[in-house]
């Protein structure tokens, strides 16, 4: 790996953990604007130390060596840039399994904000799908059988692998619902300020398990993955707290982040299955995906002014 492609994946990192957690950050700056400046900048500290050195130094780097028990903890940490052939052969082999799993959770991912969750339309299509929101359950209950199906002919494992991608979609979906209903009721609710920035760490170290996952379409080297989502979570952060006033009226990120999920979940799955996509690849779809809807954005922020002006 040259140092030019380890740039690349570090920004398509940072991009993508920005834009998948802009929706978050909305929120929470909403509740911080309800607690006093100093809580504010204990959670820009406490925040970053927890959401950035452990759940996101932390995760990636347990998945790792969860799926590679044999090399170790040190080597699932430093593997990519080991000398060691026979670390590197042993990650390789358990790659399938990590990529299956998290493909299919991005896809199931993309699939529910695809037909369930209220949106900014912003391709011919989405009006018509959301609303046949009904058939979501049996879309991604048949995906999976597909996948499932599929990697049975090669390995059980891989098959089993699968499953655990789709069970952790529906556990993690579960907590995020609640934690959502939760969070827009913290700013009306009687807590103490530091009640509620506990809270907001906790929904934020739920919330960055989409972004890890989706981490391993771009490498699987713990280290990147920790700068390049560390970087994008430190951004939003302080984002959060300065406010995100401006980031509301690009309605159509959000967008851009889920088809960006759905094009990763791809090539997650695709790679599982003995398919090769250079490394380059993902960074490019991600910066090609959100400039579209950025540029969209844009676009209608000015029509709407001109409109308003009219």
Partial sequence: MDFVSIIFIVLGLTLFEIITSVDNA???????????????????????????????????????????????????????????????????????????????????????????????????????????????????????SIIVWNALKLNSMLAFAAVLGSTAFFITHGFKANAEEQEKDLKKRTLSDLSKIMFLMVIDATFSIDSVLGAFAFTLSVPLIFLGNGIGAIVVQRLTVAGVDKIKDYVYLKNGAMYSIFFLGIIMTYDAFGGHVPEWVSPIVTFAIVGYFFYKSHRKIKLDKLLHVK
């Fill in 26 to 144: 909305i929120i929470n700056a909403d509740v911080l604007r309800t607690v006093k400046k100093d809580y504010r900048k204990w959670f820009l500290f406490w925040g970053i130390i927890v959401g950035v050195f452990v759940v996101r130094g932390l995760l990636p780097w347990l998945i790792v060596w969860s799926t590679s028990p044999t090399i170790g903890p040190w080597n699932a940490l430093i593997a990519s840039f080991s000398a060691n052939e026979g670390v590197k052969l042993a990650v390789e082999a358990s790659a399938p399994l990590l990529l299956i799993g998290g493909g299919v959770y991005l896809l199931f991912l993309f699939l529910h904000w695809w037909f369930v969750e209220p949106k900014e339309y912003g391709l011919i299509g989405e009006r018509f799908i959301h609303r046949q929101a009904v058939w979501f359950f049996a879309v991604v209950s048949v995906l999976l």
